[in-house]
T-cell receptor, first 107, second 113 residues
Framework: KNEVEQSPQNLTAQEGEFITINCSYS?????LHWLQQHPGGGIVSLFMLSSGKKKHGRLIATINIQEKHSSLHITASHPRDSAVYIC?????????FGAGTRLTVKP | DGGITQSPKYLFRKEGQNVTLSCEQN?????MYWYRQDPGQGLRLIYY???????QKGDIAEGYSVSREKKESFPLTVTSAQKNPTAFYLCASNMDRVGNTIYFGEGSWLTVV
């Protein structure tokens, strides 16, 4: 069993829809990252969370440390948001990655 | 601009050959990492280095080797001992191992022919 579980694995949405991607993990952590991987393979870091909520443009990330759960929300989704979204947790000197959620936003 | 540069982007290797993937960063980061990504799976750690001249094995180090002679550089050699080397390889770095934003290179696609 993966130590980081993401859902859904695949998500297709219409432009303008509100998107939610979920991430659950099984251990106490120092921080959680949300990453975006583009079709060419390059990865960028979207958020790093230790608690609460962060917002950047149309992206919002929340984390509940007690429940070991984080969500990534995209408001007013756009085709350029199409990518694989990966959550990863940091614990001590280790980082573990989820398998990713492939998001496709159709115009 | 600061960042991580990986090369080559695409590489083809014959069975039995060693190949080396380059990773260079100008972010002055102490920690550097190599990950492997297979279709439908999460990133898996091959090796990491927290300081020059020191590196540690990750989860799937067998068949790989690294060096860290300079802070900026962390090359990965995929040896002939790696039985299934066809994959996407990502290099990453951050200031230290915990609690800092991590930066990724663009990745290298390795195919064994």
């Amino acid at each position: 069993k993966n130590e980081v579980e993401q859902s859904p694995q695949n998500l297709t949405a219409q432009e303008g829809e509100f998107i939610t991607i979920n991430c659950s993990y099984s251990v106490g952590i120092s921080a959680l990252h949300w990453l975006q991987q583009h079709p060419g393979g390059g990865i960028v870091s979207l958020f790093m969370l230790s608690s609460g909520k962060k917002k950047h443009g149309r992206l919002i990330a929340t984390i509940n440390i007690q429940e070991k759960h984080s969500s990534l929300h995209i408001t007013a989704s756009h085709p350029r948001d199409s990518a694989v979204y990966i959550c990863a947790y940091v614990k001590n000197n280790d980082m573990r990655f989820g398998a990713g959620t492939r998001l496709t936003v159709k115009p | 601009d600061g960042g991580i540069t990986q090369s080559p982007k695409y590489l083809f290797r014959k069975e039995g050959q060693n190949v080396t993937l380059s990773c260079e960063q100008n972010l002055n980061h102490d920690a550097m990492y190599w990950y492997r990504q297979d279709p439908g799976q999460g990133l898996r750690l091959i090796y990491y280095s927290q300081i020059v001249n020191d590196f540690q094995k990750g989860d799937i180090a067998e068949g790989y080797s690294v060096s860290r002679e300079k802070k900026e550089s962390f090359p990965l050699t995929v040896t002939s001992a790696q039985k299934n080397p066809t994959a996407f390889y990502l290099c990453a770095s951050n200031m230290d191992r915990v609690g800092n934003t991590i930066y990724f290179g663009e990745g290298s696609w390795l195919t064994v022919v």
